[in-house]
């Protein structure tokens, strides 16, 4: 998709310079009101900026749009089969490790055979004559397999979820303000009460 420089039209170009005027009393006007002159000015000035901001988001979505577009239909032609590829390859990629570690667990299994297998004949032979032997075992095994390189790292997998720390867990707000909207007003530990915000009639 050829997608050109955005340059704001003269509409775009009125909302910008609006915004930045607006920016200005923002910036010089702290918000305290001690009298009924400051709660009108700030009440108007509430529902001015309001206004712009609703315009200028009603504008970036119209422009956005067409790209929104673009980007679902790319994301359809080729986002599905690149993940559908993805985890087929890790898939394959957990066999080929999998056949690995088994390779190198058969091999840890023959040299623990064969080091019993030298300890024992030294035994039987002369086993108070002959001075001690050490039996050295081969360096840790490790799967080969050409192509491939085995990576270790630590994972988890929860048993016991009653027994986890509390540092471990962590607060799920959005499904506390789905209950409160939904009527809950009770939750242990969860303080609910009301909050009143001005909004416009």
Known sequence: MNIEKWIPNEEETKLIIKSESFFSIMR????????????????????????LAKSIESRRKMILEPIQIEVKRVNTILKTPADELDDYSKKCMAAVGNYANEIARKKREEERTRLEAEANKLIQNSPEEQPAKMFKASKTIEPEISGVSMVKRWV?????????????????????????????????????????????R
């Not at 702290?30 to 000015?41: C, G, L, S």
């Not at 607060?171 to 009460?193: H, L, M, N, W």
Request: glycine share 4%; net charge negative; aromatic share 10%.
């Open 156 to 200: 988890f997998e929860i048993k016991e979820p009653n027994k986890i720390p509390g540092e471990y867990y962590s607060v799920d707000e959005q499904k506390i303000r789905a209950a409160i909207a939904a009527g809950v007003r009770t939750i242990p530990g969860v303080s609910i009460y009301q909050d009143e915000t001005a909004a416009r």
């Open 28 to 51: 010089s006007n702290p918000i305290v009101i001690k009298n009924n002159q400051d709660f009108e000015k700030f009440k108007q000035l509430s529902l001015d900026f309001k206004d």
